[in-house]
């Protein structure tokens, strides 16, 4: 439990002022520990994670039928 709360996104100024957090949660926890990775790939290009949402709808949609 100190580990988790540790890592909580809401220890962490940047996250707590990001627009993306309701989204990406805080990330992966084992890439802000190990790898020292703090951000989503998307955080500064929304097209691209605007781009994925649409094709995985598309892609759950056409396997629907």
Request: hydrophobic fraction near 35%.
């Amino acid at each position: 439990l100190v580990y988790h709360k540790s890592i909580s996104v809401f220890n962490d100024e940047e996250c707590k002022q990001c627009v993306w957090l309701p989204l990406c949660a805080g990330g992966c926890p084992s890439k802000k520990i190990y790898h020292n990775i703090k951000c989503i790939s998307f955080k500064n290009n929304p097209n691209f994670f605007i781009q994925k949402v649409k094709e995985n709808i598309i892609q759950k949609i056409v396997s629907v039928k």
